[in-house]
């Protein structure tokens, strides 16, 4: 059974912190890794991809991959009110479907 | 913004009716899918497609079936609902081909069997 591993949290940051969450996955054939967003009663949406170890960095946000700990995680840099959503890690080997975390809760106090 | 729709947004219905949850995209994507999630949930996978006329099961246990005679078109029937079919339900879709397959989701439908 695939599995990937989220600490639900809730995890909540200051206004202007660095928000950090992590993912784990069992599968490792798996080839892709990504970072939804979900906003309460919305569907997700597509925030962060990465497929090579190291570093991803786009705007504010920062994914991280380590294929030989299994490790993926998301950093949020000068975190927002706006960032507080639900962020799931999905992984997949090429031509499979996404497999999804239960996601993190994340909370950005003003 | 990713161009696919569902309809309806919210349908309450009673125990035992047929239904049909609709997802269209004007994309061209080749594959599609249909998750379910509960509040609090991670989404699980019930049905894909590849293209037309190419459907399969997904991880999650369903009484649902999917066709795929269109490629925009991968509605999502419940042959008798039951309250346990309470869920969201979101449809996606995504490029075919490359080692990063994106997913875009649409909007959901919320469903409530009473």
């Known amino acids: 059974q695939k599995e990937v591993e989220q600490n639900s949290g809730p995890l909540s940051v200051p206004e202007g912190a660095i928000a950090s969450l992590n993912c784990t996955y069992s599968d490792r054939g798996s080839q892709s890794f990504f970072w939804y967003r979900q906003y309460s009663g919305k569907s997700p949406e597509l925030i962060m991809f990465?497929?090579?170890?190291g570093d991803k960095e786009d705007g504010r946000f920062t994914a991280q991959l380590n294929k030989a700990s299994q490790y993926v995680s998301l950093l949020i840099r000068d975190s927002q009110p706006s960032d507080s959503a639900t962020y799931l890690c999905?992984?997949?080997?090429?031509?499979?479907?996404?497999?999804f975390g239960k996601g993190t809760t994340l909370s950005v106090s003003s | 913004e990713a161009d696919i729709y569902q309809t309806p947004r919210y349908l309450v219905i009673g125990t035992g009716k047929k239904i049909t949850l609709e997802c269209s995209q004007t994309?061209?994507?080749?594959?599609m899918y249909w998750y379910q999630q509960d509040p609090g949930m991670e989404l699980h996978l019930i049905h894909y497609?590849?293209?037309?006329?190419?459907?399969e099961k997904g991880d999650l246990s369903s009484e649902s079936t999917v066709s795929r005679i269109r490629t925009e078109h991968f509605p999502l029937t419940l042959e008798s609902a039951r309250p346990s079919h309470t869920s969201q339900y979101l449809c996606a879709s995504s490029e075919r081909g490359g080692v990063v397959e994106k997913l875009f989701f649409g909007s959901g439908t919320q469903l409530s069997v009473l």
């Open positions: 497609s590849y293209g037309v006329n190419s459907t």
């Open positions: 999905a992984v997949n080997q090429a031509g499979t479907a996404l497999i």
């Open positions: 990465i497929y090579s170890n």
């Open positions: 994309m061209g994507h080749d594959k």
